[in-house]
């Protein structure tokens, strides 16, 4: 129940988002790409490999990234004697969800796609639709809304998909080693995914890995003190 409200709460928060912060600013954003663009395209370069599975599985991006969390919540909750990380990876995906929605209103930008279609034509189609959504969502002042869409804001400041598969991909490379390599192509996929695909600005990916640095130490604090000392030091690793 708990964990439902957070959610409930986060996809409020980017849904409103740019009614409390009208300010976007992509523009500063496409600007810092252009000025990163060595950076871009060796991204791009890594994004090769992926191409092949973008065409066969054009929605991997969001597809891979809800399997990565199902993946890690089961095997996470039949690890022995670990409950408590499993206890400390929900907060911490908690965390990264309210401090996510909370910066959405801070730095409000839609993302890349408003400048030029990315690599992916399905994503491409996404994106037109979620942006015509928003349009007509802050044209009127929170009126034009559709709860099928309830999910369907854009923001991209900051990138948490980059937030959620970092730290997906530590606890797993922690309390799951065999888990963790196998996440380590994939987290690669999704970084580069969403910069050619057009999903996120560069300095998305940045801040959304400042975002996961912070919501691991927070959930740190938060769970520090629960159970024996066993499961102490096993949920302190991260």
Known sequence: MAFTIVVFLHFNLKLWAQLVNPHRWDEAFLRTDAALEPLARAIT?????WLVLTEIWPLAYHDIFVLM???SLALHSVQKDQHLVL??????????????GFSYALVPAWGPFVYGDGSNPSATAIQAHMSEFQGRFVE?????YQGSNFIMAVAAMPSLHTAHAYVLWLYAWRHIRWLGILYLPIYIF???????????????IAFGLLIALLSIRLARLLCRGQGHSGFGRAVAEP
């Not at 370069?45 to 490999?49: A, F, G, I, R, S």
């Not at 206890?87 to 996510?100: F, H, K, N, S």
């Open 45 to 49: 370069w890594l994004h090769e490999p």
């Open 69 to 71: 969390f199902m993946s």
């Open 87 to 100: 206890t400390q990876l929900v907060t911490c995906i908690a965390l990264v969800l309210v401090i996510g």
């Open 140 to 144: 009127s002042g929170g009126q034009d």
């Open 190 to 204: 999704i970084i580069t995914e969403a910069i050619v695909a057009k999903w996120h600005y560069m300095i998305d």
